[in-house]
Protein backbone atom coordinates (compact mmCIF):
# COMPACT_ATOMS: atom_id res chain seq x y z
CA UNK A 1 0.00 0.00 0.00
CA UNK A 2 1.24 3.56 -0.86
CA UNK A 3 2.47 4.76 2.48
CA UNK A 4 0.46 8.36 2.22
CA UNK A 5 -2.62 6.42 1.37
CA UNK A 6 -1.49 4.06 4.31
CA UNK A 7 -0.87 6.69 6.50
CA UNK A 8 -3.96 8.86 6.31
CA UNK A 9 -6.54 5.46 6.69
CA UNK A 10 -4.54 5.07 10.09
CA UNK A 11 -5.00 8.74 10.99
CA UNK A 12 -8.40 9.55 9.70
CA UNK A 13 -10.32 6.66 9.49
CA UNK A 14 -12.77 6.83 12.82
CA UNK A 15 -13.20 10.10 11.53
CA UNK A 16 -14.80 9.24 8.01
CA UNK A 17 -16.41 6.77 9.73
CA UNK A 18 -18.18 8.91 12.16
CA UNK A 19 -18.78 10.95 8.65
CA UNK A 20 -20.63 8.14 7.47
CA UNK A 21 -22.94 7.30 10.54
CA UNK A 22 -24.11 11.05 10.18
CA UNK A 23 -24.77 10.75 6.67
CA UNK A 24 -27.17 7.43 7.75
CA UNK A 25 -29.06 9.39 10.17
CA UNK A 26 -29.95 12.06 7.95
CA UNK A 27 -30.85 9.40 5.45
CA UNK A 28 -32.95 7.45 7.40
CA UNK A 29 -34.45 10.50 9.67
CA UNK A 30 -33.93 13.29 7.81
CA UNK A 31 -37.13 13.51 6.65
CA UNK A 32 -39.22 12.51 9.13
CA UNK A 33 -37.94 14.99 11.74
CA UNK A 34 -40.39 17.58 10.50
CA UNK A 35 -44.06 15.60 10.05
CA UNK A 36 -43.51 13.28 12.53
CA UNK A 37 -41.86 15.12 15.66
CA UNK A 38 -41.39 19.09 15.14
CA UNK A 39 -45.16 19.48 13.11
CA UNK A 40 -46.78 16.03 14.19
CA UNK A 41 -50.40 16.51 14.17
CA UNK A 42 -50.56 14.72 17.37
CA UNK A 43 -48.42 15.50 20.27
CA UNK A 44 -45.40 13.48 20.73
CA UNK A 45 -44.67 12.49 24.09
CA UNK A 46 -42.06 14.44 25.88
CA UNK A 47 -39.28 11.17 26.12
CA UNK A 48 -39.23 11.00 22.28
CA UNK A 49 -37.73 14.72 22.04
CA UNK A 50 -35.73 13.68 24.65
CA UNK A 51 -34.34 11.02 23.06
CA UNK A 52 -33.96 12.10 19.50
CA UNK A 53 -31.60 15.10 21.09
CA UNK A 54 -29.65 13.12 22.82
CA UNK A 55 -28.73 10.69 20.04
CA UNK A 56 -27.74 13.35 18.23
CA UNK A 57 -25.72 14.80 20.40
CA UNK A 58 -23.82 11.10 20.75
CA UNK A 59 -23.65 11.45 16.84
CA UNK A 60 -21.96 14.80 16.60
CA UNK A 61 -19.77 13.90 19.71
CA UNK A 62 -18.22 11.00 18.23
CA UNK A 63 -17.72 13.24 15.23
CA UNK A 64 -16.25 15.56 17.10
CA UNK A 65 -14.05 12.89 19.58
CA UNK A 66 -12.86 11.10 16.71
CA UNK A 67 -11.77 14.48 14.86
CA UNK A 68 -9.30 15.24 17.89
CA UNK A 69 -7.91 12.23 17.27
CA UNK A 70 -7.04 12.51 13.67
CA UNK A 71 -5.61 16.04 14.63
CA UNK A 72 -3.63 14.41 17.39
CA UNK A 73 -5.46 16.89 20.05
CA UNK A 74 -5.51 13.93 22.92
CA UNK A 75 -5.51 16.15 25.88
CA UNK A 76 -8.76 18.00 24.50
CA UNK A 77 -10.30 14.56 23.44
CA UNK A 78 -9.65 12.90 27.21
CA UNK A 79 -11.06 16.03 28.67
CA UNK A 80 -14.28 15.64 26.79
CA UNK A 81 -14.96 12.05 27.34
CA UNK A 82 -16.37 12.83 30.92
CA UNK A 83 -19.06 14.19 29.00
CA UNK A 84 -19.47 11.38 26.75
CA UNK A 85 -18.79 8.96 29.14
CA UNK A 86 -22.65 10.48 30.78
CA UNK A 87 -23.90 10.89 27.79
CA UNK A 88 -23.48 7.17 26.81
CA UNK A 89 -25.01 6.29 30.08
CA UNK A 90 -28.02 8.44 29.00
CA UNK A 91 -28.72 6.82 25.81
CA UNK A 92 -29.41 3.10 26.84
CA UNK A 93 -31.94 4.68 29.61
CA UNK A 94 -33.51 7.27 27.62
CA UNK A 95 -33.82 4.86 24.63
CA UNK A 96 -35.34 2.12 26.59
CA UNK A 97 -37.96 4.15 28.18
CA UNK A 98 -38.82 5.88 24.82
CA UNK A 99 -39.71 2.64 22.88
CA UNK A 100 -41.84 1.49 26.25
CA UNK A 101 -43.54 4.92 25.87
CA UNK A 102 -44.13 4.91 22.27
CA UNK A 103 -46.11 1.95 22.37
CA UNK A 104 -48.19 3.00 25.11
CA UNK A 105 -49.11 6.37 23.81
CA UNK A 106 -49.93 5.27 20.51
CA UNK A 107 -51.89 1.96 21.79
CA UNK A 108 -49.36 -0.31 19.86
CA UNK A 109 -50.77 -3.33 22.08
CA UNK A 110 -51.05 -5.69 19.02
CA UNK A 111 -48.34 -9.00 18.87
CA UNK A 112 -46.18 -7.58 16.26
CA UNK A 113 -45.82 -4.46 18.06
CA UNK A 114 -45.10 -6.36 21.06
CA UNK A 115 -42.70 -8.53 19.68
CA UNK A 116 -40.25 -6.03 17.85
CA UNK A 117 -39.63 -4.68 20.98
CA UNK A 118 -37.02 -7.14 21.14
CA UNK A 119 -35.10 -5.30 18.75
CA UNK A 120 -35.14 -2.32 20.57
CA UNK A 121 -33.94 -4.00 23.36
CA UNK A 122 -31.56 -5.63 22.25
CA UNK A 123 -29.75 -2.70 20.79
CA UNK A 124 -29.87 -0.81 23.71
CA UNK A 125 -28.29 -3.81 25.58
CA UNK A 126 -25.72 -4.11 22.55
CA UNK A 127 -24.67 -0.03 23.15
CA UNK A 128 -24.73 -0.26 26.83
CA UNK A 129 -22.31 -3.68 26.79
CA UNK A 130 -19.61 -1.94 24.25
CA UNK A 131 -19.98 1.00 25.50
CA UNK A 132 -19.16 0.48 28.62
CA UNK A 133 -16.43 -1.87 27.86
CA UNK A 134 -14.52 1.05 25.83
CA UNK A 135 -15.53 3.10 29.02
CA UNK A 136 -13.65 0.93 30.98
CA UNK A 137 -10.67 0.07 28.72
CA UNK A 138 -10.54 3.82 27.84
CA UNK A 139 -6.44 3.76 28.53
CA UNK A 140 -5.75 0.98 26.05
CA UNK A 141 -6.50 2.98 22.89
CA UNK A 142 -6.66 -0.11 20.14
CA UNK A 143 -9.80 -1.64 22.40
CA UNK A 144 -11.06 1.50 23.12
CA UNK A 145 -11.69 3.24 19.99
CA UNK A 146 -12.95 0.00 18.06
CA UNK A 147 -15.25 -0.55 20.98
CA UNK A 148 -16.56 3.07 20.68
CA UNK A 149 -17.18 1.99 16.54
CA UNK A 150 -18.65 -0.68 17.41
CA UNK A 151 -21.30 0.71 20.37
CA UNK A 152 -22.31 3.56 17.72
CA UNK A 153 -23.05 1.49 14.65
CA UNK A 154 -25.17 -0.87 16.28
CA UNK A 155 -27.55 2.49 16.99
CA UNK A 156 -27.45 2.61 12.93
CA UNK A 157 -29.96 0.03 12.99
CA UNK A 158 -33.19 2.10 12.91
CA UNK A 159 -31.55 4.70 10.43
CA UNK A 160 -30.84 1.80 8.15
CA UNK A 161 -34.42 0.05 8.42
CA UNK A 162 -35.94 3.23 7.28
CA UNK A 163 -33.08 3.97 4.26
CA UNK A 164 -33.96 0.36 3.22
CA UNK A 165 -37.73 -0.14 4.40
CA UNK A 166 -39.59 -2.09 1.69
CA UNK A 167 -36.70 -2.36 -0.03
CA UNK A 168 -35.22 -5.87 1.74
CA UNK A 169 -37.31 -8.00 3.92
CA UNK A 170 -36.78 -6.71 7.78
CA UNK A 171 -34.58 -9.59 9.07
CA UNK A 172 -31.69 -7.35 6.95
CA UNK A 173 -31.67 -4.82 9.01
CA UNK A 174 -28.68 -5.63 10.61
CA UNK A 175 -26.71 -6.13 7.59
CA UNK A 176 -25.49 -2.29 7.29
CA UNK A 177 -24.52 -2.26 11.05
CA UNK A 178 -22.80 -5.53 10.38
CA UNK A 179 -21.09 -4.12 7.78
CA UNK A 180 -20.28 -0.79 9.22
CA UNK A 181 -18.29 -2.97 11.62
CA UNK A 182 -16.59 -4.95 8.67
CA UNK A 183 -15.13 -1.87 7.53
CA UNK A 184 -13.23 -1.58 11.15
CA UNK A 185 -12.01 -4.99 10.59
CA UNK A 186 -10.93 -4.14 6.95
CA UNK A 187 -9.15 -1.19 8.39
CA UNK A 188 -7.26 -2.94 10.38
CA UNK A 189 -6.46 -5.74 7.64
CA UNK A 190 -5.09 -3.03 5.86
CA UNK A 191 -3.32 -1.07 8.01
CA UNK A 192 -1.92 -3.77 10.29
CA UNK A 193 -2.33 -7.31 8.18
CA UNK A 194 -4.84 -8.50 10.90
CA UNK A 195 -7.91 -8.08 12.53
CA UNK A 196 -7.98 -6.79 16.21
CA UNK A 197 -9.31 -9.29 18.59
CA UNK A 198 -12.01 -6.87 19.72
CA UNK A 199 -13.58 -7.60 16.22
CA UNK A 200 -12.83 -11.40 16.15
CA UNK A 201 -15.01 -11.43 19.51
CA UNK A 202 -17.44 -9.06 19.39
CA UNK A 203 -18.77 -9.41 16.08
CA UNK A 204 -19.79 -13.06 16.32
CA UNK A 205 -21.40 -11.87 19.95
CA UNK A 206 -23.13 -9.37 18.31
CA UNK A 207 -24.75 -11.06 15.34
CA UNK A 208 -26.08 -13.66 17.94
CA UNK A 209 -28.12 -11.12 19.49
CA UNK A 210 -29.47 -9.48 16.60
CA UNK A 211 -29.96 -13.22 15.37
CA UNK A 212 -32.28 -13.73 18.56
CA UNK A 213 -33.49 -10.68 18.36
CA UNK A 214 -34.91 -11.03 14.75
CA UNK A 215 -36.45 -15.04 15.78
CA UNK A 216 -38.20 -13.04 19.00
CA UNK A 217 -39.31 -10.57 16.62
CA UNK A 218 -40.60 -12.67 13.70
CA UNK A 219 -41.75 -15.66 15.03
CA UNK A 220 -43.41 -14.18 18.42
CA UNK A 221 -43.42 -17.00 20.96
CA UNK A 222 -45.67 -17.25 23.70
CA UNK A 223 -43.25 -16.22 26.49
CA UNK A 224 -41.42 -13.16 25.01
CA UNK A 225 -45.08 -12.34 23.97
CA UNK A 226 -45.94 -12.28 27.62
CA UNK A 227 -42.86 -10.35 28.53
CA UNK A 228 -43.14 -7.75 26.13
CA UNK A 229 -46.98 -7.09 26.77
CA UNK A 230 -45.96 -7.11 30.94
CA UNK A 231 -43.08 -4.19 30.16
CA UNK A 232 -45.62 -2.50 28.01
CA UNK A 233 -48.11 -2.87 30.06
Known amino acids: MNPWLGNAINRYFYF ?8 IVIAGFGHTIGPRLLHSPVPRPLILHIHVAIFCAWVIFFM ?3 ALVGWRNVWLHR ?5 GALL ?6 VGTATAIVIDRAEGHHGDGAAAFLAVSLYDMAAFAITFGLAVSWRK ?5 RRLMLIATCGLMSAAIARIIAGAVPFEWIYAGVDGLILLGALRDLLIMRRVHLVYLVALPLLV ?4 VAICLALARPF ?11
Open 79 to 83: RLGVF
Open 88 to 93: GCAIPL
Open 223 to 233: FWLHVAHQIIG
Open 16 to 23: AMSLVIAM
Open 140 to 144: KTERH
Open 208 to 211: FGQG
Open 64 to 66: LQT
